[in-house]
């Protein structure tokens, strides 16, 4: 049976809610300010991370945003020497981007103050709690993704 439009209009609040309520969750505090990135420069890191070295134009596509916006992310993370640019050892006329050590550990410190400050706040949560949600996210977002690029 398909979806009524009055779930659809719930579900998309508290898609808008939840983006509001983490935002706030995970609000950078004085104690911890050099330690949290903003979102999008953790998301970027996390993905260099992940694949290791990539050129630009692959960043951007993987993060779905345009070469110009993901250029000035680049640009601030570089500033903060959080990232590096090499040649590509395929094609010496291009350049790949890369995490550089200061920039893991910065993520990871980021990750870990994010990660403490909703920890309090789920304090009641048990296990099962955590899992469930995870698993609702999960499918949300596989079909919300369903028919663009993966990010």
Do not use: N
Not at 29 to 55: V, W
Not at 76 to 87: C, H, N, P, S, Y
Request: overall charge neutral; some cysteine.
């Amino acid at each position: 049976m398909p979806i009524e439009p009055e779930s659809i209009t719930a579900l998309v609040e508290q898609i808008f809610a939840l983006q509001r309520a983490v935002r706030q969750a995970g609000a950078s505090t004085p104690a911890d300010s050099d330690a949290t990135l903003t979102y999008p420069h953790q998301a970027i890191l996390g993905m260099l991370c992940r694949h290791d070295a990539m050129r630009l134009s692959e960043c951007a596509s993987h993060v779905g945003v345009s070469p110009s916006v993901m250029s000035r992310q680049i640009s601030d993370l570089l500033e903060a020497g959080l990232v590096e640019k090499q040649r590509d050892p395929g094609d010496g006329r291009a350049t790949v981007i890369q995490v550089t050590d200061t920039g893991r550990e910065r993520l990871h410190r980021t990750r870990a103050a994010r990660a403490g400050r909703l920890r309090e706040r789920l304090g009641d949560w048990t296990d099962a709690d955590a899992a469930s949600v995870t698993q609702a996210l999960t499918k949300l977002t596989d079909s919300l993704g369903r028919g663009t690029s993966q990010r």
